[in-house]
Protein backbone atom coordinates (compact mmCIF):
# COMPACT_ATOMS: atom_id res chain seq x y z
CA UNK A 1 0.00 0.00 0.00
CA UNK A 2 1.53 3.45 -1.31
CA UNK A 3 1.98 5.62 2.09
CA UNK A 4 -0.39 8.42 1.88
CA UNK A 5 0.95 12.12 2.32
CA UNK A 6 -0.20 15.26 3.09
CA UNK A 7 0.50 18.36 0.08
CA UNK A 8 2.65 20.14 2.68
CA UNK A 9 4.38 16.65 3.62
CA UNK A 10 5.14 16.39 -0.28
CA UNK A 11 6.01 19.22 -0.54
CA UNK A 12 8.77 19.15 1.69
CA UNK A 13 10.63 16.36 -0.10
CA UNK A 14 10.68 18.96 -3.49
CA UNK A 15 13.89 20.34 -1.91
CA UNK A 16 17.61 19.44 -1.26
CA UNK A 17 20.21 21.03 0.71
CA UNK A 18 23.23 21.69 -1.00
CA UNK A 19 26.98 21.81 0.72
CA UNK A 20 30.00 23.57 -1.11
CA UNK A 21 33.44 23.76 -0.84
CA UNK A 22 35.43 26.13 -2.48
CA UNK A 23 39.03 26.20 -3.85
CA UNK A 24 40.44 27.74 0.17
CA UNK A 25 38.30 24.84 1.82
CA UNK A 26 35.61 27.45 2.95
CA UNK A 27 32.25 25.40 2.79
CA UNK A 28 29.00 27.18 2.48
CA UNK A 29 25.14 26.18 1.80
CA UNK A 30 22.06 26.37 -0.11
CA UNK A 31 18.73 25.20 -1.27
CA UNK A 32 17.37 23.66 -3.90
CA UNK A 33 14.70 21.99 -5.28
CA UNK A 34 13.44 19.50 -8.05
CA UNK A 35 11.25 20.55 -11.25
CA UNK A 36 10.36 18.59 -14.32
CA UNK A 37 10.95 20.21 -17.52
CA UNK A 38 9.76 19.10 -20.77
CA UNK A 39 7.00 17.06 -18.98
CA UNK A 40 4.92 14.86 -21.41
CA UNK A 41 3.31 11.17 -21.36
CA UNK A 42 6.13 9.29 -19.56
CA UNK A 43 8.90 10.86 -20.24
CA UNK A 44 10.48 14.47 -18.69
CA UNK A 45 13.76 15.91 -17.49
CA UNK A 46 14.19 16.37 -14.30
CA UNK A 47 16.47 18.96 -13.03
CA UNK A 48 17.36 20.98 -9.10
CA UNK A 49 17.01 24.24 -9.24
CA UNK A 50 19.13 26.75 -7.60
CA UNK A 51 20.79 30.22 -7.56
CA UNK A 52 24.20 30.69 -9.42
CA UNK A 53 25.54 32.37 -6.13
CA UNK A 54 25.04 28.72 -4.52
CA UNK A 55 27.38 26.80 -6.75
CA UNK A 56 29.60 29.72 -7.77
CA UNK A 57 32.91 29.10 -7.18
CA UNK A 58 32.70 25.30 -6.04
CA UNK A 59 35.18 22.79 -6.95
CA UNK A 60 33.34 20.50 -4.77
CA UNK A 61 29.65 20.22 -3.51
CA UNK A 62 27.34 17.50 -1.94
CA UNK A 63 23.53 16.81 -1.34
CA UNK A 64 21.43 13.59 0.56
CA UNK A 65 18.78 12.59 -1.04
CA UNK A 66 16.00 9.98 1.04
CA UNK A 67 15.71 6.49 0.15
CA UNK A 68 12.14 5.07 -0.80
CA UNK A 69 10.26 2.70 1.96
CA UNK A 70 9.89 0.40 -0.62
CA UNK A 71 5.52 0.76 -0.67
CA UNK A 72 6.18 4.15 -2.41
CA UNK A 73 6.80 6.90 0.62
CA UNK A 74 10.03 8.54 2.07
CA UNK A 75 12.34 5.87 4.27
CA UNK A 76 12.79 8.94 7.13
CA UNK A 77 16.04 7.71 8.42
CA UNK A 78 17.50 5.82 5.70
CA UNK A 79 19.54 8.14 3.17
CA UNK A 80 21.79 8.49 0.29
CA UNK A 81 25.00 11.20 -0.43
CA UNK A 82 25.76 12.03 -3.05
CA UNK A 83 29.43 13.99 -3.58
CA UNK A 84 30.69 15.56 -7.00
CA UNK A 85 34.15 17.02 -8.29
CA UNK A 86 34.41 20.43 -10.17
CA UNK A 87 30.58 21.01 -8.77
CA UNK A 88 29.72 24.23 -10.61
CA UNK A 89 30.44 23.33 -13.93
CA UNK A 90 27.63 20.98 -13.47
CA UNK A 91 25.14 23.46 -13.46
CA UNK A 92 23.64 25.28 -16.29
CA UNK A 93 22.88 28.78 -16.03
CA UNK A 94 20.22 30.65 -17.10
CA UNK A 95 20.33 32.21 -20.65
CA UNK A 96 20.08 35.53 -19.38
CA UNK A 97 23.58 35.61 -17.36
CA UNK A 98 21.82 38.82 -15.33
CA UNK A 99 19.48 36.24 -13.63
CA UNK A 100 20.91 34.33 -10.99
CA UNK A 101 19.34 30.56 -11.68
CA UNK A 102 20.98 27.63 -12.60
CA UNK A 103 19.58 23.89 -13.06
CA UNK A 104 21.87 20.19 -12.61
CA UNK A 105 20.20 17.59 -14.86
CA UNK A 106 19.51 14.26 -12.14
CA UNK A 107 18.05 12.04 -14.85
CA UNK A 108 21.43 9.89 -14.75
CA UNK A 109 21.71 10.31 -11.13
CA UNK A 110 18.10 9.26 -10.39
CA UNK A 111 18.29 6.03 -12.76
CA UNK A 112 20.94 4.76 -11.26
CA UNK A 113 19.99 4.25 -7.91
CA UNK A 114 16.62 2.24 -9.08
CA UNK A 115 19.57 -0.17 -11.27
CA UNK A 116 20.87 -0.23 -7.97
CA UNK A 117 17.76 -1.32 -6.31
CA UNK A 118 17.91 1.71 -3.82
CA UNK A 119 15.44 4.23 -5.49
CA UNK A 120 14.96 7.79 -4.42
CA UNK A 121 12.39 9.31 -2.48
CA UNK A 122 11.36 12.73 -3.65
CA UNK A 123 8.75 15.19 -5.16
CA UNK A 124 9.12 17.65 -8.37
CA UNK A 125 7.09 20.58 -8.96
CA UNK A 126 5.69 20.41 -11.94
CA UNK A 127 4.80 23.04 -14.76
CA UNK A 128 1.24 23.19 -13.41
CA UNK A 129 2.51 23.96 -10.08
CA UNK A 130 3.59 27.28 -11.57
CA UNK A 131 1.28 30.14 -11.14
CA UNK A 132 -0.01 31.46 -14.29
CA UNK A 133 -0.52 35.30 -15.47
CA UNK A 134 -4.35 35.19 -15.10
CA UNK A 135 -3.90 33.59 -11.15
CA UNK A 136 -0.94 36.82 -10.74
CA UNK A 137 -3.92 38.97 -11.84
CA UNK A 138 -6.33 38.09 -9.56
CA UNK A 139 -3.89 38.57 -6.54
CA UNK A 140 -3.88 41.05 -3.54
CA UNK A 141 -0.79 42.86 -2.54
CA UNK A 142 -0.50 41.26 0.68
CA UNK A 143 -0.82 37.38 0.59
CA UNK A 144 0.41 34.71 2.66
CA UNK A 145 3.53 32.68 1.37
CA UNK A 146 5.63 29.56 2.44
CA UNK A 147 9.42 29.42 1.71
CA UNK A 148 11.24 25.73 1.89
CA UNK A 149 14.51 25.53 2.52
CA UNK A 150 17.35 25.56 4.87
CA UNK A 151 18.20 28.57 6.68
CA UNK A 152 21.62 28.87 7.91
CA UNK A 153 22.38 25.70 6.81
CA UNK A 154 19.70 24.05 9.16
CA UNK A 155 17.80 20.85 8.72
CA UNK A 156 16.64 18.04 10.47
CA UNK A 157 19.63 15.47 9.64
CA UNK A 158 18.13 12.48 10.96
CA UNK A 159 15.06 12.31 8.50
CA UNK A 160 16.90 14.95 6.18
CA UNK A 161 14.19 17.00 6.42
CA UNK A 162 13.52 21.36 5.37
CA UNK A 163 12.87 23.84 7.44
CA UNK A 164 9.39 25.41 6.69
CA UNK A 165 9.02 29.40 6.96
CA UNK A 166 5.93 31.36 7.00
CA UNK A 167 5.12 34.88 5.55
CA UNK A 168 3.68 37.34 3.35
CA UNK A 169 4.29 38.77 0.09
CA UNK A 170 6.25 42.90 0.53
CA UNK A 171 5.56 44.19 -2.95
CA UNK A 172 3.23 42.82 -5.64
CA UNK A 173 4.11 39.87 -7.47
CA UNK A 174 3.07 40.93 -10.61
CA UNK A 175 5.02 44.34 -10.26
CA UNK A 176 8.48 44.06 -11.25
CA UNK A 177 10.40 45.06 -8.39
CA UNK A 178 12.87 48.06 -8.75
CA UNK A 179 12.40 47.02 -12.69
CA UNK A 180 13.81 43.69 -12.64
CA UNK A 181 11.54 40.39 -12.84
CA UNK A 182 11.84 39.66 -9.06
CA UNK A 183 9.54 40.97 -5.80
CA UNK A 184 9.83 41.15 -2.12
CA UNK A 185 8.51 38.69 0.85
CA UNK A 186 7.94 39.81 4.58
CA UNK A 187 9.73 36.51 5.87
CA UNK A 188 12.54 35.39 8.19
CA UNK A 189 15.33 35.06 5.10
CA UNK A 190 18.51 34.05 6.33
CA UNK A 191 21.67 32.53 4.18
CA UNK A 192 20.92 29.08 2.86
CA UNK A 193 17.92 30.16 1.85
CA UNK A 194 18.87 31.11 -0.98
CA UNK A 195 17.26 28.90 -4.09
CA UNK A 196 14.27 27.77 -2.05
CA UNK A 197 11.01 27.64 -3.52
CA UNK A 198 8.43 30.28 -2.41
CA UNK A 199 4.64 29.41 -2.68
CA UNK A 200 1.68 31.26 -2.79
CA UNK A 201 0.30 29.55 0.47
CA UNK A 202 -3.97 30.47 1.14
CA UNK A 203 -4.34 26.58 1.98
CA UNK A 204 -6.94 26.60 4.94
CA UNK A 205 -9.43 23.85 5.42
CA UNK A 206 -8.46 20.66 6.71
CA UNK A 207 -4.48 19.34 6.83
CA UNK A 208 -3.84 16.04 7.76
CA UNK A 209 -2.20 13.12 5.91
CA UNK A 210 -5.89 11.79 4.81
CA UNK A 211 -7.80 14.59 4.06
CA UNK A 212 -5.56 17.18 3.20
CA UNK A 213 -8.49 19.76 1.44
CA UNK A 214 -11.48 20.58 2.96
CA UNK A 215 -13.57 23.83 2.91
CA UNK A 216 -11.96 27.16 1.24
CA UNK A 217 -8.70 24.50 0.79
CA UNK A 218 -7.31 27.61 -1.13
CA UNK A 219 -4.17 28.06 -3.62
CA UNK A 220 -0.76 26.44 -3.33
CA UNK A 221 1.00 27.95 -6.44
CA UNK A 222 4.72 28.17 -6.71
CA UNK A 223 5.81 32.03 -7.50
CA UNK A 224 9.16 32.21 -7.66
CA UNK A 225 13.10 31.09 -5.93
CA UNK A 226 14.55 33.32 -3.09
CA UNK A 227 17.69 34.61 -4.36
CA UNK A 228 18.72 37.35 -2.10
CA UNK A 229 18.10 39.96 0.93
CA UNK A 230 17.95 43.96 -0.08
CA UNK A 231 20.62 44.41 3.60
CA UNK A 232 20.41 48.04 5.61
CA UNK A 233 23.36 50.07 5.03
CA UNK A 234 22.11 53.54 5.93
CA UNK A 235 19.25 55.14 7.27
CA UNK A 236 16.33 54.85 4.49
CA UNK A 237 18.81 53.06 2.30
CA UNK A 238 18.77 49.54 1.34
CA UNK A 239 21.05 47.54 -1.54
CA UNK A 240 20.30 44.48 -3.16
CA UNK A 241 22.60 41.46 -1.33
CA UNK A 242 23.19 37.75 -0.74
CA UNK A 243 22.23 37.74 2.38
CA UNK A 244 25.67 38.04 4.11
CA UNK A 245 25.61 37.18 8.14
CA UNK A 246 28.45 40.66 8.84
CA UNK A 247 25.00 43.22 8.00
CA UNK A 248 21.82 43.28 9.78
CA UNK A 249 19.12 41.57 7.74
CA UNK A 250 15.69 43.34 7.17
CA UNK A 251 13.26 40.65 6.96
CA UNK A 252 12.91 40.94 3.40
CA UNK A 253 13.86 38.47 0.38
CA UNK A 254 14.10 39.27 -3.23
CA UNK A 255 12.37 36.50 -5.14
CA UNK A 256 13.33 35.64 -8.91
CA UNK A 257 9.69 35.41 -10.47
CA UNK A 258 8.90 31.88 -11.43
CA UNK A 259 8.03 32.65 -15.12
CA UNK A 260 11.69 32.79 -15.86
CA UNK A 261 11.70 29.14 -15.64
CA UNK A 262 10.25 28.70 -19.04
CA UNK A 263 13.38 29.90 -20.45
CA UNK A 264 15.12 26.50 -19.43
CA UNK A 265 12.30 24.63 -20.64
CA UNK A 266 12.65 26.70 -23.72
CA UNK A 267 16.52 25.32 -24.05
CA UNK A 268 15.83 21.89 -22.66
CA UNK A 269 13.48 21.37 -25.43
CA UNK A 270 15.91 20.76 -28.09
CA UNK A 271 17.71 18.07 -25.78
CA UNK A 272 16.96 14.54 -26.27
CA UNK A 273 14.16 13.47 -23.48
CA UNK A 274 15.25 11.90 -20.11
CA UNK A 275 12.57 8.56 -19.04
CA UNK A 276 12.41 8.00 -15.54
CA UNK A 277 10.99 5.40 -14.11
CA UNK A 278 7.54 5.90 -13.10
CA UNK A 279 8.29 4.78 -9.17
CA UNK A 280 8.43 6.97 -6.47
CA UNK A 281 9.45 10.08 -8.49
CA UNK A 282 5.75 12.35 -8.75
CA UNK A 283 5.01 15.38 -8.97
CA UNK A 284 3.87 16.94 -5.50
Not at 7 to 30: K, M, P, Q, W, Y
Amino acid sequence: MVQKLSLTEELAFTTVRIECDDAHGNTSSGTGFFYRFVDEASQHIPAIITNKHVIEGSVRGRFIMTLDDGRGGPAFNRHQAFEFDSFAQRWLPHPNADIDLCVMLVAPLLLAAIDQGEPLYFKQVSPDFVITQDELDEMGLLEEILMIGYPNGIWDRHNNMPIFRRGTTATHPNLNWNGKPEFLIDAACFPGSSGSPVFLFNQGGQTTSSAEKGPGSGRVKLLGVMCAGPQHTLPGEAEEGMMPTATKPNNLGIVIKAHLLDDFETMFRQLPKQPVAAAPQGSA
